[in-house]
Every structure is written in C-alpha cells, then in structure tokens.
C-alpha cells in the first residue's frame, strides 16, 4: 500500500552529477516531511538533506552543502536529490524517507534504496 521508490542511481565520474528521484504513493504525501538518507558500506545511515511538507524549509548536512539540492512536487507526490559535483565519499545507496507527526501518531516509511558509485 504505502511506497517509496527510488530511481536514478548509478555510476558517475567524480565530477559528475547525478539525480535521483523518488516517487511516493500510498499516503498523504503533501503533508509529509521528506528526507534523503544515505549509508555507505560499513558506515551508519546518515541523514543528507530533507525538505518540509510545503517545500517552503530545507536542511543539508555539511558534507553535501552547496553541492546537492532537495526538491519537491506535490502534484507528482515526487521528491529529488540534484546531486553536483560529486565526490568518491558520496558513493553510498540513498534512501528516501517520509516522515509525519500529529498529535500522538507518528509516520515514519523507508524505500528500498539506489546505490550511487563515484568512481573513474
């Protein structure tokens, strides 16, 4: 019922740039907070950018500052990853995550995850 799906993965030169995309179905997307997560091999998931339900915040780790770009369509029920000049550090498989909390109830859905592999 509820799925997040992302797409857009692959392998890129250092340099190169990348988008990825993630396309949503099952809940309210619109009201959803989005977020970018990656994980590298031996690594913990680490949070990469999210952006607020009606677009209007985002938030970027350090790492990715200046580099990647969060976006969102609300008509699509989609959300992106613009991701520029990338580095071997940023190879890692990306997951989309839709979270929401209202009173007492909370949502929190994961995708499945793209791999990205920055290499020559």
């Known amino acids: 019922q509820v799925q997040l799906v992302e797409s857009g993965g692959g392998l890129v030169q250092p340099g190169g740039s990348l988008r990825l995309s993630c396309a949503a179905s099952?809940?309210?997307?619109?009201?959803?907070?989005m977020s970018w997560y990656r994980q590298a091999p031996g690594k913990e998931r680490e949070l990469v950018a999210y952006?607020?339900?009606?677009?209007?915040?985002?938030n970027y780790a350090d790492s990715v500052k200046g580099r990647f770009t969060i976006s969102r369509d609300n008509a699509k029920n989609t959300v992106y990853l613009q991701m520029n000049s990338l580095k071997a550090e940023d190879t890692a498989v990306y997951y989309c995550?839709?979270?929401?909390?209202?009173?007492?109830?909370?949502?929190?859905?994961w995708g499945q995850g793209t791999q990205v592999t920055v290499s020559s």
């Open positions: 995550n839709a979270a929401r909390a209202f009173m007492a109830v909370g949502y929190d859905y």
């Open positions: 952006i607020t339900s009606a677009g209007g915040s985002t």
């Open positions: 099952g809940f309210s997307f619109s009201t959803f907070r």
